[in-house]
Structures are given as structure tokens and as C-alpha cells.
């Protein structure tokens, strides 16, 4: 169940506790306090390695769902975010691409050797035969 990310770079402490919570409550506009059975639930979620970056992107990710109503409000309730295995599968739904990767770009063609100065004459000397010819046919 531990995430494919790196494991945080900071340590889990109350400060990164009160931090992760205080970014929750900003990116969702609520006001909760952090009482010990939340401040448990964010231990185990930060302990098992995920950073503030990732609670910032799987928060985005639910409100995108949200707003286009593929997800319900319930899915931003912290008791629901804080489980890590739901956690876990929101954010690498999140990182999931939906469109293929971009084609690589075209690989050159070798450019066909230039024509020599003779070539290039007859080249001229045949399109100004054939431009007279339907000029004529014009008139």
C-alpha cells in the first residue's frame, strides 16, 4: 500500500501535520479543527509517504471531478481523503494520462541530391514548352 512517490522529505511532526491540514482547509475553503483522531489520520497518510504536493494535486483533481460531475462533494470530505488507499487511487488517477503521449516529431527525409545546372535548364526549358503550348490552347 506505500506510494510509488518518494517518501517525504520532511519528517512527520506536528508542524507537517498543522501544515497539511492548514493547506486542506485553504484549497477547500473550510475551516476544520485539528483535533487528535485528524491529526492521527494525517500522521498515517503523511507517514506512509506522501508530501503536500501531492494532497495539492489530488485536491485539484477531486474539484475538477467535482465541478464536472464525475465525483461527489463526499469525495472532499477529509474522513475520505485521508484513507490511504483512496488516497493512493486519487492520485494516481490524477496522473493518469487520458490523451496518448504527442507523436514524436517526423524524422527528416534524406533531401534528394540537386539537380545539376544542365538538369535544371532542360527542367526550365520543358516548363516553358508546355506553358506555351497551353497558352495556346487558350487563344
Same mark, same amino acid.
Given at each position: 500500500?506505500?506510494?510509488? =512517490? @518518494? @517518501?517525504?522529505?520532511? @519528517?512527520?511532526? !506536528?508542524?507537517?501535520? =498543522?501544515? !497539511?491540514?492548514?493547506?486542506?482547509?485553504? #484549497?477547500? %475553503?473550510?475551516?476544520? $479543527? #485539528?483535533? +487528535?483522531?485528524?491529526?492521527?489520520?494525517?500522521?498515517?497518510?503523511?507517514? =506512509? %509517504?506522501?508530501?503536500?504536493?501531492? #494532497? *495539492?494535486?489530488?485536491? =485539484?483533481? #477531486?474539484? $475538477?471531478?467535482? *465541478? !464536472? %460531475?464525475?465525483?461527489?462533494? %463526499? !469525495?472532499?470530505?477529509?474522513?475520505?481523503?485521508?484513507? &490511504?488507499? $483512496? +488516497?493512493?487511487?486519487?492520485?494516481?488517477?490524477? *496522473?493518469?494520462?487520458?490523451?496518448? @503521449?504527442?507523436?514524436? &516529431? &517526423?524524422?527528416?527525409?534524406?533531401r534528394p541530391p540537386a539537380l545539376s545546372t544542365h538538369q535544371q535548364q532542360q527542367g526550365r526549358q520543358r516548363a516553358l514548352k508546355y506553358l506555351r503550348q497551353i497558352k495556346s490552347a487558350l487563344q
Amino acid at each position: 500500500m506505500p506510494p510509488t =512517490t @518518494p @517518501p517525504v522529505s520532511f @519528517p512527520v511532526n !506536528a508542524a507537517a501535520i =498543522t501544515a !497539511a491540514h492548514q493547506l486542506y482547509c485553504q #484549497l477547500t %475553503g473550510q475551516n476544520l $479543527r #485539528l483535533a +487528535f483522531d485528524r491529526e492521527r489520520m494525517w500522521y498515517e497518510l503523511l507517514h =506512509t %509517504g506522501y508530501s503536500l504536493e501531492d #494532497l *495539492r494535486q489530488v485536491i =485539484t483533481y #477531486l474539484q $475538477r471531478e467535482i *465541478r !464536472a %460531475g464525475h465525483r461527489n462533494v %463526499g !469525495a472532499l470530505k477529509l474522513s475520505n481523503l485521508l484513507q &490511504p488507499d $483512496r +488516497f493512493e487511487e486519487d492520485l494516481q488517477i490524477s *496522473r493518469v494520462r487520458l490523451r496518448p @503521449p504527442p507523436p514524436p &516529431p &517526423p524524422v527528416p527525409t534524406p533531401r534528394p541530391p540537386a539537380l545539376s545546372t544542365h538538369q535544371q535548364q532542360q527542367g526550365r526549358q520543358r516548363a516553358l514548352k508546355y506553358l506555351r503550348q497551353i497558352k495556346s490552347a487558350l487563344q
